[in-house]
């Protein structure tokens, strides 16, 4: 048999068990059993998604751009704060976006695709740093001023519903909340008192 085969008929064996075949899913299933691995299967077809596409294991069901699939990690990272599958997964539910099959097949993995949405984000930051910075300076100020308590949790809801930068975005460009609220002398404050 030929590698080709040898690695069609392994992902074939290993979908049979689940309804959507993941890189994890795989990788436990292969463990204990003489059959290429994940690493054999990705030099092989050079991604997931194009070796599930050999092996005839993808649905026919919409196929989402790369674009597609980080713009919707970019909004869900905006609007949840933090992005984990979780996070993701209840997020995604009351929206039209990929699901978290669609992510984890396209990229191999739910850390890829993270690291993946991170390393824009740095680019991000050096090509527009101080347009961000401005946006940010000027969201904490207003936030000090009208959100009562002021601190990460109550701005986190206030920046949400006015679609400003998250909590995550402010840590990321300071280094932590704190440092960013020392930066421009802010402080927390509790039960309405500044």
Not at 135 to 158: C, D, G, H, M
Not at 177 to 188: I, S
């Amino acid at each position: 048999m030929n590698r080709e085969a040898e690695i069609i008929q392994s992902l074939r064996a290993a979908a049979s068990l689940t309804p959507t075949l993941t890189v994890k899913q795989y990788q436990l299933w292969s463990r204990d059993r003489d059959v290429p691995t994940f690493l054999d299967v990705l030099n092989f077809y050079g991604s997931w998604t194009g070796a599930l596409k050999a092996a005839g294991l993808v649905e026919s069901r919409k196929q989402y751009t790369q674009q597609e699939l980080i713009a919707a990690l970019r909004l869900a990272l905006e609007q949840e704060g933090r992005l984990t599958s979780t996070h993701y997964q209840q997020w995604a539910k009351g929206q039209v976006a990929p699901s978290l099959g669609d992510i984890i097949s396209h990229f191999g993995s739910w850390s890829l695709a993270v690291k993946t949405v991170e390393r824009l984000e740095e680019l991000h930051f050096t090509v527009q740093p101080e347009r961000e910075k401005a946006e940010i300076v000027q969201s904490l100020l207003e936030a000090s001023r009208v959100v009562v308590p002021f601190n990460a949790v109550t701005y986190q809801k206030w920046a949400k519903q006015h679609k400003r930068p998250s909590v995550a975005k402010i840590s990321r460009r300071y280094g932590s909340w704190k440092r960013a609220l020392a930066e421009l002398e802010l402080r927390e404050s509790c039960d309405g008192k500044k």
